[in-house]
């Protein structure tokens, strides 16, 4: 099974940066769609963003252009860069595992927790 590690998360002023890692245990990282979700306090889990093997992304649209997801293969780990952040950005941040080729293999972190606030 795949284990997931999430790091970067914090406190940053609004306009503010953060960068969130995942580092996934996958031997077969390359194969998975990474994706970023989040959840704020009674709100449900919603997607961020998320990339695919082939390196396609997509985009919540309360995040596009100021949010970028990317990977590292070779490293096992996906980010998040999270520039212009606003207070609407606060939740706990969840990285998600998804095989592309077993719909029923895959995981989630722990949650790291983003704090927008002046």
């Known amino acids: 099974q795949v284990q997931l590690v999430e790091s970067g998360g914090g406190l940053v002023q609004p306009g503010g940066s953060l960068r969130l890692s995942c580092a996934a245990s996958?031997?077969?990282?390359?194969?998975?769609?990474m994706g970023w979700y989040r959840q704020a306090p009674g709100k449900q889990r919603a997607l961020v963003a998320r990339?695919?093997?082939?390196?396609?992304?997509n985009y919540a649209d309360s995040v596009k252009g100021r949010f970028t997801i990317s990977r590292n293969n070779a490293k096992n780990t996906v980010y998040l860069q999270m520039n212009s952040l606003k207070p609407e950005d606060t939740a706990v941040y969840y990285c998600?595992?998804?095989?592309?080729?077993?719909?029923?293999?895959?995981?989630w972190g722990q949650g790291t927790q983003v704090t927008v606030s002046s």
């Open positions: 998600n595992a998804q095989s592309e080729f077993n719909i029923g293999v895959g995981a």
């Open positions: 990339i695919t093997s082939r390196d396609t992304t």
């Open positions: 996958t031997d077969i990282f390359s194969t998975y769609t």
